[in-house]
Each structure stands twice: as C-alpha cells, then as structure tokens.
C-alpha cells in the first residue's frame, strides 16, 4: 500500500481526502498536518510515500515546506492539492521539487490515478496547468493583458481598494479579484504594488493612470 501524508490547514478537506483515500484499498493515509512545519515533523517520523500538500498555509508555506522535505533527504513523492492556479503559484512549487500539481476540483478518480503516478515518479499536472505551462513554454506566458484587467489596475494604481474598483466598474469584488490575479500571472508578480509597478514599466499605463 501506498503511505499518504495529508497536509492542509482546513480538518474539513483533510477529512475528506481522508475518506477517499480510505475507500481505495492501494492507500493507507498515515499521518495528517495542518501546516508545513508539522507536516515535516509528521513525514519524520512516518516516512509517507506521497505527500498530498496545499500551498497556502500558516506557519511555513507549501514551496517552503517542499524545499525542507528535500533538504532534509525525504524520498516522499510531493503532489501540491490546491485551489491556486496562477505562474506564481505554479512555478515555484514545481522548481521547488513537486512531482506534481493539481487542484482541488479534481475528480476523486482523478485523484488517485495522480497519487499512484507520483508515487512512481511521474510528473502530474491538472489540465488547466498542464495547458498554462505549455503556453509558457511556446511563448505565450507574456499574453497581453485584456482591457478589463487594464482598467483594474488603473485603478489600483489611482488608489482605489477592491470594492471601490468594484463599485467603479459594476462588476463585483469577486469579479475585481479575478482579474486582479490573472494579471499578476501575466506580469510575473504576487502583489498590486508589484503590478502596478510592472504595468507602469512595461508602457501599460500612462503618467495619467496614477495619482
């Protein structure tokens, strides 16, 4: 059987991982840990085949969390489980030594065929990343930004907060996020300053976009 280490900070999805791994009888979950420093303790101590590993969590972060297992010489396999689909998020998790990334709408199925393939060294991506990474690779990882993303962080950089932008635009605070993240995939940065700043640098907003 295949030892899985669950590792994310909400019991209520490790409760459910739990649940479909315990259903199939090629996995045995054998330690769980709601944040990247106990989960290192965890994998330790109970030597997982496969650690199934959010990114964003309190205490040490999933890219931290991976680089340490590697660091400290674990032969666990890393497949990243979450909801974050950006460059951002991608590529460091991968660079940092993950066999593999999916996120968290996989089909259970799915789910396990992943576990099963990391755990023989194969590399597994959701579609949705596969398909960001190939366009990256062919170039396309600098795609223009759309009009709407554009006018959200003009703007941001006039000062305005989510809501306000929002309120400006009539879309929602939801919408405004959004659009907000796929622009910081495009540009290569985590934050709004950072965006703003790239924007500016690369000629997408003018002298009149700011304050």
Excluded: W
């Excluded at 400290?72 to 593999?100: F, M, Q």
């Excluded at 991506?125 to 990474?133: D, K, T």
């Excluded at 959200?152 to 009539?170: D, K, S």
Aim: charged letters at 25%.
């Amino acid at each position: 059987m295949i030892g899985v280490l669950i590792v994310d900070d909400h019991p209520v999805v490790r409760d459910g991982l739990r649940g479909m791994l315990a259903a199939d009888g090629r996995f045995a979950v054998v330690g769980e840990a709601a944040d990247g420093r106990e989960a290192l303790a965890v994998a330790a101590t109970v030597q997982p085949d496969v650690v199934l590993l959010d990114l964003r969590m309190p205490v040490l972060d999933g890219v931290s969390t991976i680089r340490e297992l590697r660091s400290s010489g674990s032969a666990a396999r890393v497949l990243v489980l979450t909801t974050y689909d950006t460059d951002t998020d991608v590529l460091p998790a991968i660079r940092a030594g993950a066999t593999g990334y999916l996120l968290k709408d996989t089909p259970r199925d799915e789910l396990c065929r992943a576990v099963l393939a990391a755990h023989q060294g194969e590399s597994v991506l959701s579609p949705a990343i596969a398909g960001r990474l190939m366009n990256r690779v062919r170039g396309a990882g600098d795609d223009p930004l759309t009009q709407r993303e554009l006018e959200v962080l003009a703007l941001v950089a006039q000062g305005c907060g989510n809501r306000e932008a929002a309120r400006r635009l009539f879309v929602s605070e939801a919408t405004v996020k959004t659009h907000l993240l796929h622009a910081y995939a495009k540009l290569g940065v985590r934050d709004r300053a950072a965006a703003v700043a790239k924007a500016f640098e690369r000629g997408l907003l003018g002298p009149g976009d700011g304050r």
